[in-house]
C-alpha cells in the first residue's frame, strides 16, 4: 500500500476570506514539488532534528531556517512571518512525514517477511513430520 504525504497548514491557521484560502492553498500546492522539481534542498541541524536549513536554487541566496517542532513551527522567510505559513516549512513537514511513513511500511514489509518465513517454516516442518510418519509406517 503506497500511502501519499499531505501537506497541511496548522488548525490555527484558518482562512478569513477567500483570498486568504487561494493563498494558503497555493503555498501548499507549492510546497509538494519545492524539493522534487523546484530546485530546493533541506538539511537538517546536527544539533537539533526539529531544526533545518532551507537551501534555495540560487546559490547567491541564504538559506531559510525552519523550525518543524509542533508549537514553535517557523521559517525565518519573509511569508511566513506574513501568513504564519510558507511552502518551506510545509515542504520540510512533508518530507518528514514521508520519511514517517517510509520507516513504518518497511517495518511492515520486514515483519510480513519475518511471518511469511516463519509460516513457511512450519509449513515445511508439517510436511517432514507427515513424511515421516508415512515412512515409518511403511
Not at 488548525?11 to 497555493?26: C, E, K, N, Q, W
Not at 537551501?55 to 511569508?79: I, M, S, W
Not at 511500511?105 to 508415512?134: M, S, W
Request: charged fraction near 25%; hydrophobic fraction near 40%.
Amino acid at each position: 500500500m503506497q500511502t501519499t504525504p499531505t501537506v497541511q497548514t496548522r488548525p490555527a491557521i484558518v482562512p478569513t476570506s477567500v483570498d486568504h484560502a487561494r493563498i494558503l492553498a497555493g503555498i501548499a500546492e507549492r510546497a509538494l514539488t519545492l524539493f522534487s522539481t523546484d530546485g530546493y534542498r533541506a538539511q537538517q541541524f546536527e544539533s537539533n532534528p526539529a531544526m533545518f536549513f532551507v537551501f534555495p536554487p540560487e546559490a547567491d541566496k541564504l538559506p531559510y531556517v525552519v523550525d518543524t517542532l509542533p508549537g514553535r513551527e517557523h521559517c525565518t522567510c519573509p511569508a511566513h512571518a506574513k501568513w504564519e505559513v510558507c511552502k518551506h516549512r510545509l515542504a520540510v513537514e512533508a518530507e518528514i512525514e514521508a520519511a514517517r511513513i517510509a520507516d513504518e511500511q518497511a517495518d511492515e514489509l520486514a515483519a510480513y517477511q519475518t511471518f511469511g518465513r516463519f509460516e513457511c517454516d512450519e509449513e515445511a516442518d508439517d510436511a517432514d513430520r507427515q513424511a515421516q510418519t508415512v515412512y515409518a509406517a511403511a
